[in-house]
């Protein structure tokens, strides 16, 4: 036979010395290996280092196959990934979380001065609120006597203004403050405030604090 010589006649104690074969298919080749085994019998290598040495994987994929690592680990292991997207990945971590951690969020505080001696209601300045996922409102009565009203307007245009059913117009006294958290997500909003009582000026600062 042109391509080996028989050592052994008795079929269970066979060998082969086939020409041009490498030490992978010896392997295969020997009884009752499992994939497994042959692995185990390489020496000094381990299951870590024999995916290394294979060809054609990629980092990733290795890392994938590693034994013993999590996912966040792999995650922190993958080149080329930003602190971002490695959070966003990252099990167990709810948007709120993620907000927190993430540094250089965009911020709004911003304050306006205004006045009234009428009982009708006057708009303050408009919040585009899109891109904000925390907006809080504080109108405070800097007036030493005068009392006044303010109320929270919502908009999904900025034209078409009404108010946030979920909050009622409040009466602020003189050197009290209140608080307005929007009920509902729309695009526009702002604070509506009037004088208590006619003829009398209150003077009101209203505070819009917001993040993303």
């Known amino acids: 036979m042109a391509n080996f010589k028989v050592f052994s006649e008795v ?3 066979l060998l082969t010395q086939v020409s041009q074969t490498n030490a992978a298919s010896l392997l295969t080749t020997a009884q009752n290996l499992t994939a497994a085994s ?3 019998q390489v020496s000094n290598l381990t299951a870590a280092s024999l995916l290394s040495q294979v060809s054609n994987l990629t980092a990733a994929s290795l890392l994938t196959t590693a034994q013993n690592l999590t996912a966040a680990s792999l995650l922190s292991q993958v080149s080329n990934l930003t602190a971002a997207s ?3 990945t990252a099990q167990n971590l709810t948007a709120a979380s993620l907000v927190t951690e993430l540094g250089d969020r ?3 505080d911003a304050s306006q001065t205004v006045t009234s001696a009428v ?3 006057t708009g303050g300045n408009i919040l585009t609120a899109i891109s904000l996922s925390e907006v809080t409102f504080t109108v405070f009565n800097a007036s030493s006597t005068a009392g006044a009203e303010a109320v929270l307007y919502l908009s999904a245009d900025g034209t078409n ?7 009622v117009t409040q009466t602020i006294a003189s050197s009290a403050q ?3 958290a929007p009920g509902h997500f729309v695009k526009y909003m702002q604070i509506m405030y009037a004088a208590q009582t006619a003829s009398i000026t209150a003077s009101l600062t209203i505070y819009t604090q917001a993040h993303v």
């Open 11 to 13: 079929p269970s104690q």
């Open 38 to 40: 042959l692995l185990s």
């Open 86 to 88: 490695l959070l966003t």
């Open 106 to 108: 965009a911020v709004v």
């Open 119 to 121: 009982t009708t209601f």
């Open 161 to 167: 203004f009404s108010p946030d059913p979920t909050v």
């Open 178 to 180: 209140y608080f307005f």
